[in-house]
């Protein structure tokens, strides 16, 4: 049977067709886009952090007393926290915790153009135990000088000069240059501070993971008072147990006019951080199982009816002459071609909804064209073997069976 044949058959039950056509592109769309984002999930959990996650803790506090004095409270925090037996490094962070963002988007420009764009940076800014607190091995310059740091409230309108950059964020910036000696653009006030060194690369920012610049990050020797936010990074002892969690909550309480709202270690962070995204690729994965049952099940209803209504017509070609052979393959033809036209609809659907994950939710699940390919086969064999057995059926009817109906 000629394709030309074929599709005049298709055009004729075009109704049918496209109700099957439909359904193989939902499925592609669908299970494309799950595909894509758990993969992208899972690949991005292999991804090094390089922290010492359970050396390393965030220390969440909240000042509701407005009378309190922050800047003695923080030295006092300091003074007392570093005196506990297994801290080893304290630091006060204004900006932001390990792997937990705390004070919006942090970006960093390479120029003060207003047409740059920036990139997403995790900014630590820190007093001067921070960098041994975070564990960073610098690779190139030099650490902080004790005369560049800058303590003063949020109203004082003072800044550090001077900056520490991640390797990852050198490269982006400046590519094979040296980064040492550079200036760069810190958050969208656009202030200006030299790179004076740079260290190896951690996985640090929350939201720089979310969009994707898994190390980028700076530290800068500032350290900001008068939020209600008094936040602290402590490092504790190698083998340090939990018990450490209540001992820093009971030491931070003695302070009056706070509440402290979580003391946790960076490991917790960056648990809660995948945790989020796991259960979205879960349910994805939840979904497209889902979506191929219902296509297999459905594709299987349409191809039975569309066979139950077209057996006059296949029992004339068996009357010709057609063998089942030639029956079973024109059939199959036909709906391969339905199946390969709802699989390139499927697959620009699929494109455009990753895209908009990608853009709007924040899903990390950019398209990987081999996976694509996976898809589109798998859903091809799917509905191969969904309508082989009323096609097989259907080539089986005798034409005496279809003279004696009428």
Request: aromatic residues 10%; hydrophobic residues 50%; charged residues 15%.
């Amino acid at each position: 049977m000629s394709l030309k044949h074929i599709l005049k058959i298709i055009f004729k039950h075009r109704n049918i067709s496209l109700m099957i056509l439909i359904q193989i592109a939902i499925a592609v769309t669908i299970v494309g886009n799950a595909s894509f984002i758990s993969y992208g999930t899972l690949k991005n959990w292999l991804i090094p952090s390089h922290l010492d996650e359970v050396e390393i803790l965030n220390v969440y506090t909240k000042v509701f007393d407005n009378q309190v004095d922050k800047s003695a409270l923080i030295q006092r925090d300091l003074t007392n926290l570093s005196a506990l037996p297994d801290v080893t490094q304290a630091t006060y962070a204004s900006n932001e915790l390990v792997l937990a963002t705390v004070a919006g988007s942090n970006l960093v420009y390479k120029t003060i153009q207003e047409d740059d764009a920036g990139f997403e940076n995790a900014q630590f800014d820190v007093t001067s135990q921070g960098v041994a607190t975070l564990g960073l091995n610098i690779t190139q310059g030099r650490d902080f000088y004790p005369n560049e740091f800058v303590y003063a409230g949020t109203s004082q309108n003072r800044y550090a000069s001077v900056v520490l950059i991640s390797e990852a964020l050198a490269k982006t910036l400046f590519g094979e240059q040296s980064a040492l000696g550079q200036t760069i653009y810190l958050q969208r006030a656009r202030r200006p501070y030299q790179v004076i060194g740079v260290y190896a690369n951690k996985m640090l920012g929350e939201n720089a993971v979310y969009e994707q610049h898994w190390y980028h990050s700076t530290i800068v020797p500032q350290a900001h008072f008068g939020s209600a936010d008094v936040n602290y990074l402590l490092r504790v002892k190698k083998g340090t147990s939990e018990a450490i969690l209540q001992e820093v909550e009971d030491q931070l309480y003695l302070q009056h006019g706070r509440i402290v709202e979580r003391v946790e270690f960076a490991a917790r962070a960056k648990k809660r951080l995948w945790d989020g995204r796991s259960t979205f690729a879960f349910i994805m994965i939840g979904i497209s199982v889902i979506a191929i049952t219902v296509t297999g099940f459905g594709i299987i209803g349409l191809v039975s009816f569309s066979v139950s209504i077209r057996k006059k017509d296949i029992g004339i070609l068996r009357a010709l002459g057609a063998s089942q052979h030639t029956v079973l393959k024109a059939l199959l033809m036909e709906n391969a071609l339905l199946a390969l036209a709802g699989i390139l609809l499927g697959s620009f659907a699929a494109l455009w909804l990753n895209n908009y994950f990608v853009t709007h939710l924040r899903a990390q699940g950019l398209v990987e064209p081999w996976l694509a390919l996976v898809v589109a086969l798998s859903v091809w064999l799917l509905s191969a073997v969904a309508v082989y057995i009323p096609v097989r059926k259907a080539a089986n009817i005798a034409p005496a069976r279809v003279t004696k109906t009428n």
